[in-house]
């Protein structure tokens, strides 16, 4: 216990990647546990087509907030000039003008995605579900300084706080009104508590509105890349979605976002524990400058992505019981759905950590190589399994994108030193036992998946 706290409370490196590990997991454990709470009571209180419906809304604000997004988490993250206020006043104001524009683009596009999807509800539940982005665009750069010395745990108190209002919130309208504004209000409500704890409540210098040229070109350089990353990421993330809403009813929408909501888990604890501590641990212990450093990195690898693959291995072998014993009866075709999107998965899980060794050293443009690549990938595969095999279809699309992904990521990481294919093959050959089990187990019931 003693070298524990010995860890945990010291300066260097390692007891800043285990303070920082340790809080990322309780706050996503947290987060999780409260919307895993809240998905159980709210799906008792809205109709399935609820869900589907706000599933979509979702998946277009968050394609308009990452198809205009130019790294600017990343580059306080890595830049040397991180810390200077000019930097970080430069920053905020991009992204000030970013929301501000970012809520004008969805006002614009809420008809004409209404119409093509036609969902007539989508003309106003887009605008005002945007507001969220004008929000978001007050954020303090000091969350990202934070963010950039390991200093997360008021961070993580401050999202828990927020996401726990804007829950509370949409039940009590669910409870009375039964509809899916609810949802809506919980999400913009929970945005202006998040800023004002994170203005109020951060220390540190407060943001203004100036713009230094040299910042400028510093974020637009590094950050153009980070653009076509994100426009090629969200067709990597949210590509079954956009496919998907045009091939099922909302009713199997909502239920495939709920089995979407438990798979995704290990890949959404992956990937708050990679966004945080990778660049910084990157950025001092690089894997090409020393053996030790190729080495500790393999440990860290290791214990990340083998949790995420046992996780990801035990949902899928739970998975049609454990939507049994959560949800009512109308839920009951999440669970297949379920054991086939944790197993889709797997293949992601094993290479996470890789990608992020482009940005540690700067080089956003190989960063968005990839990206695109995989991007394409997810898109070309998702949709010709869905119009081969509807809804398993997409699933076995999912699965056979990240397989095909492998050797570019692959490149990516032996690029700059950090590609370890003896990992990559014990968790691929692990992968592939657990995943054979999962199948059979539940062949049944996958089998009778519309």
Not at 65 to 90: H, N, V, W, Y
Not at 111 to 140: H, K, N, S, W
Request: proline content about 4%; glycine content about 12%; some cysteine.
């Amino acid at each position: 216990m003693r070298i524990v706290g010995r860890h945990l409370n010291g300066g260097g490196l390692a007891a800043r990647v285990l303070r920082g590990s340790m809080v990322t997991l309780i706050g996503f454990g947290g987060g999780q546990a409260l919307r895993l709470v809240s998905n159980l009571i709210l799906t008792r209180l809205l109709v399935p087509e609820a869900f589907g419906l706000m599933m979509l809304v979702t998946v277009l604000i968050i394609g308009l907030k990452m198809f205009s997004d130019i790294g600017i988490a990343q580059s306080i993250l890595r830049s040397p000039r991180g810390d200077e206020q000019l930097f970080l006043d430069t920053a905020w104001s991009l992204d000030l003008i970013r929301g501000a524009l970012l809520w004008g683009l969805a006002c614009l596009l809420a008809r004409p995605m209404a119409d093509f999807y036609d969902i007539p509800q989508l003309a106003q539940l887009l605008p005002v579900t945007a507001l969220v982005l004008l929000i978001g665009g007050f954020e303090p750069t000091r969350v990202d300084t934070a963010a950039r010395h390991m200093e997360l745990g008021r961070i993580t108190a401050f999202e828990l706080a927020s996401q726990a209002c804007g829950i509370l919130v949409m039940i009590g309208l669910a409870a009375l009104t039964g509809s899916v504004w609810a949802l809506v209000a919980g999400q913009i409500v929970a945005s202006l508590i998040r800023l004002g704890l994170m203005v109020r409540g951060l220390p540190g210098q407060g943001n203004r509105f100036r713009i230094d040229p040299t910042a400028l070109r510093e974020l637009l350089g590094f950050g153009i890349w980070i653009f076509a990353s994100t426009v090629a990421g969200y067709l990597a993330a949210q590509g079954d979605k956009l496919v998907l809403s045009k091939f099922l009813t909302l009713e199997m929408l909502g239920i495939y976002n709920i089995g979407y909501f438990l798979a995704a888990v290990p890949g959404m604890l992956g990937g708050a524990l990679v966004g945080r501590l990778m660049i910084p641990l990157y950025r001092e212990r690089p894997p090409s400058a020393s053996a030790a450093n190729f080495a500790a990195l393999r440990r860290f690898r290791f214990l990340l992505s083998g949790s995420l693959v046992g996780l990801g291995l035990f949902l899928a072998v739970i998975g049609v019981w454990l939507v049994g014993l959560l949800y009512d009866p109308r839920y009951a075709a999440a669970g297949p759905v379920l054991v086939l999107l944790s197993l889709a998965f797997l293949p992601q899980l094993i290479v996470q950590s890789y990608d992020q060794i482009a940005l540690t050293v700067g080089a956003s443009r190989m960063f968005c190589l990839v990206s695109v690549a995989r991007g394409a990938l997810m898109l070309a595969c998702v949709g010709a399994g869905a119009a081969w095999l509807g809804l398993k279809g997409a699933v076995l699309g999912q699965a056979l994108a990240y397989l095909l992904s492998y050797p570019i990521v692959a490149w990516l990481a032996w690029r700059y030193g950090a590609w370890d294919p003896v990992h990559d093959a014990i968790m691929g050959l692990v992968s592939i036992v657990g995943a054979g089990f999962a199948l059979w187990l539940h062949a049944a019931t996958i089998a009778a998946l519309p």
